[in-house]
């Protein structure tokens, strides 16, 4: 009997769980589609950072085999070191030769290419997966890549002579060729030897290993490599995966997601909250009900929570399959690859269970306050209180509001980090839509004492419900909400889009990965011609490690990607971007010790004097340029270029380029790749803004609806006195237009602060976007959606030329 019962009790909570959540079907669509948005981006927040990490796994694994660490030493190893137990090592003999390269395109040259001489146990190399699988050539034998054979013509058989660094030679046959696969996908002009061949290459016999690559345990790379770094102080010790600089990158775009989907959901949390104590209301009378014929207090709040889950659950199914549909479209242009960007992106299998939990749980957590609020009413309240009554806005709730927004402006202030900033920007919006209530509340009180409506009596009444209803209070705040945020993202994409689009190059064709002396390139008959130097680098600035790319200065008129740069710099003068002067507080005059090829044998040391900063934002996010004058790089780095622009007949040039490592690219070209690689992100910001509008409209409908439900009674009161259904249409209309108007009024005056706060927090993450504000086009954005919200009024309007006045009066 007790089992029946059950079952009964369950059968009444379900069928009462199905028809709450059709009855409305309107209301419904606007809470599942919010909390679909922020299954959405919750999902992309967290593929992006186990995507990236695997992509940048793959790319080494791919190149480099196993390898998690590798140790060099100034004259390689006559003795290998001794390692850990758990790792597993591969010593490499690496040599360096040349061929002599005839070309008939450049006659008037004999160059000398330079090629790797790899001397490994290629069995043992194989199963590392260091190279691709090859018969072990012998000592008079050399096994070489696919790109040298058809660089230099050769083939099986053939033999191939290799200078030595004593100045003898070597003749070698070729044995094998195999594909440019694992490490030779780097080194692409390979010759694979034994290593007793390597050693008199490079004519060192009692050398055992110039490098040795290593296979440390999974989650020890770090800890192995600093083992290594403080007992071998004299050794050069380098760890290729889990390493700082490619976690903070991963960490970066991971946050960059994190805060799309912070704004998300401060956009929709407050849609869901207002519609989720509409709801609330609505189910009070019912679980009152349940309650006077006996159920306790956890079933009956049950049919509450059991029907937010569902909310959340189909809101979740909805923004998991589109973000499957939609996942390659935002992060594969995002996640490098080995052919470059673009692909399939993999998902990890937690990534859908989170993207249907988390709405559930949000769903559930709005409703919660309400439940925790009836618990302790009398059944009679609980039944009879679900009127839109006179609003009365908290004291707390306004108090609560102001020591949000006070917070937020001290973390703005103060520099605490990425946490801290987002914090910042949630109490900022949170403690705006707090206070709001109590600004329309008083409002609505001073017009209802100091006016007497003799002039507009029906924008008077309008003024005086805009603050006394509670669906008028909540459309405002949810507009204000959603104004708020639309806007930013509207902001921030333009900003994004203008960041991506400047042409940092005035040229015709742009050439890359040059791998040889400026001089090599005068073959390339160019109308002009100009060289890029640049190297970036790990190094230490002022005894700190930090990520430079830096520059050999000269004046150019085809590179405009530093800006402010001085007219001119002297030897031991360095301009830094600004942002980076600021991160490392360096000012203008201080002195500036760098130490350049920080990873090599032979690091070199200068110091400089700061001059004024210049900005590299337009070219490098990270603002990490560093300027010094081209003799002191040449010095350094020698007079080997990074890139030639190039003006004139491009088709002539490329066939004119010679050097076979380097990228020949058309500007058109060129910024095409780089407009693909911004469209993912300016596009999820723009779809992001789209929703906003279509929620605020859907969001402030259901407002319009569910008001004029609650507000029957008194529009038929007010019909019955007199006032015309053209007078009351007005009232309606004028309320409307608060909801719309005074959101935008507010972000005119409170915008600026939510983008510094939104620049800020990119800024803790070493991401810059210089913002653009194209007035005209955010006006135009504005004045769409403020339109959409007006236009709503329709709904009650139409529905009030419909109702029964008389039917209405009756009713109460």
């Not at 100034?74 to 061929?99: K, M, N, Q, W």
């Not at 007010?718 to 909801?739: A, N, V």
């Amino acid at each position: 009997m007790i089992n029946e019962l059950g079952c009964g009790e369950m059968r009444l909570f379900l069928k009462l769980c199905f028809k709450n959540i059709t009855i409305k079907p309107f209301r419904t669509l606007v809470i599942v589609l919010c909390l679909a948005a922020v299954s959405l981006t919750f999902s992309l927040c967290l593929t992006i950072s186990s995507a990236s990490k695997a992509a940048v796994e793959d790319m080494i694994r791919n190149s480099m085999g196993r390898t998690d660490i590798t140790i060099q030493a100034a004259r390689g190893f006559e003795t290998l070191p001794e390692l850990p137990a758990d790792c597993e090592s591969l010593p490499v003999i690496l040599a360096s030769s040349y061929f002599q390269v005839h070309d008939i395109n450049n006659y008037k040259y004999v160059q000398k290419r330079s090629v790797y001489v790899i001397g490994v146990d290629t069995e043992r190399a194989a199963k590392f997966g260091f190279l691709p699988k090859c018969t072990a050539p012998s000592e008079n034998e050399a096994v070489i890549s696919y790109a040298l054979s058809q660089r230099f013509g050769y083939d099986i058989g053939d033999e191939i002579t290799l200078p030595c660094a004593d100045g003898t030679e070597i003749i070698l046959a070729v044995s094998e060729i195999v594909l440019n696969k694992n490490d030779l996908s780097v080194m692409t002009l390979a010759v694979i030897t034994a290593p007793e061949t390597a050693r008199t290459v490079l004519a060192s016999p009692g050398t055992s290993a110039t490098i040795i690559y290593i296979d440390a345990p999974d989650g020890k790379e770090s800890e192995t490599a600093e083992q290594l770094c403080a007992a071998y102080t004299d050794f050069h010790v380098d760890q290729v995966t889990s390493t700082p600089e490619s976690r903070d990158s991963i960490r970066s775009v991971t946050m960059a997601f994190l805060i799309i989907f912070a704004v998300t959901l401060l956009m929709i949390l407050f849609i869901i909250s207002a519609f989720s104590k509409n709801i609330a209301v609505e189910r009070l009378a019912v679980i009152g009900t349940l309650r006077s014929i006996g159920a306790e207090k956890g079933s009956a709040s049950l049919t509450l929570l059991t029907e937010c889950a569902v909310y959340g659950m189909i809101g979740g199914i909805i923004g998991t399959v589109i973000f499957y549909a939609l996942k390659d479209t935002f992060l594969g242009k995002m996640i490098p690859r080995l052919d470059g960007i673009g692909g399939s992106v993999s998902v990890p299998p937690y990534v859908p269970v989170f993207g249907l939990v988390i709405p559930a749980v949000i769903s559930c957590a709005v409703s919660f306050a309400s439940l925790i609020r009836t618990s302790k009413m009398p059944v009679k309240d609980i039944i009879f209180g679900g009127k839109d009554n006179v609003y009365q806005p908290s004291v707390s709730g306004a108090v609560t509001g102001i020591i949000c927004i006070f917070v937020a402006v001290i973390l703005f202030m103060g520099s605490f980090g990425f946490i801290p900033s987002l914090v910042g920007l949630a109490a900022f919006v949170t403690g705006i839509c707090l206070v709001l209530p109590k600004i329309l509340s008083a409002v609505s009180k001073i017009t209802a004492k100091h006016t007497y409506g003799g002039r507009f009596p029906v924008m008077r009444l309008a003024l005086i419900q805009s603050g006394t209803k509670k669906t008028a209070v909540m459309g405002t705040v949810i507009c204000t909400a959603v104004v708020m945020m639309t806007a930013s993202l509207y902001i921030l994409s333009r900003s994004a889009e203008g960041l991506y689009s400047v042409r940092n190059f005035n040229c015709d064709a742009l050439i890359t990965n040059l791998s040889e002396r400026s001089e090599y390139y005068d073959i390339i008959s160019a109308d002009s011609k100009e060289f890029i130097y640049t190297a970036a680098e790990t190094t230490e600035l002022n005894g700190r490690q930090t990520s430079v790319s830096i520059f050999g200065y000269h004046r150019s008129e085809m590179f405009k990607g530093l800006r402010d740069l001085p007219e001119s710099l002297g030897n031991d003068e360095i301009a830094l971007d600004r942002q980076m002067m600021k991160r490392l507080d360096i000012h203008e005059g201080d002195s500036v010790t760098l130490t350049l090829k920080h990873d090599t044998i032979r690091p070199v040391t200068l110091t400089f004097t700061a001059v004024k900063g210049i900005d590299s934002v337009y070219l490098d996010q990270k603002c990490n340029a560093a300027v010094i004058n081209l003799d002191t790089y040449k010095s350094v780095y020698h007079d080997y270029p990074s890139m030639l622009l190039v003006r004139g007949d491009t088709e002539l040039m490329h066939r004119q380029l010679i050097d076979k490592s380097a990228e020949f690219e058309t500007a058109d070209e060129y910024y095409a790749r780089m407009g693909e690689g911004s469209e993912s992100i300016t596009g999820l910001l723009d779809a992001l803004a789209v929703i906003g509008i279509l929620l605020a409209v859907i969001s402030v409908s259901g407002q319009q609806m569910i008001g004029f439900e609650q507000r029957k009674h008194e529009l038929a009161v007010l019909r019955s006195q007199g006032m015309s259904i053209s007078q009351l249409s007005k009232m309606l209309l004028c309320e409307t237009l608060l909801t719309a108007v005074l959101p935008v009024l507010l972000y005119l005056c409170t915008g600026r602060f939510v983008i510094l706060i939104i620049e800020h927090t990119l800024s803790s993450l070493d991401m810059q976007i210089p913002i653009s504000y194209e007035h005209l086009g955010i006006a135009e954005f504005i004045a769409i959606m403020a339109a959409a919200v007006i236009l709503t009024v329709l709904i009650p309007i139409f529905s009030l030329k419909r109702m029964n006045t008389a039917e209405q009066l009756k009713c109460e």
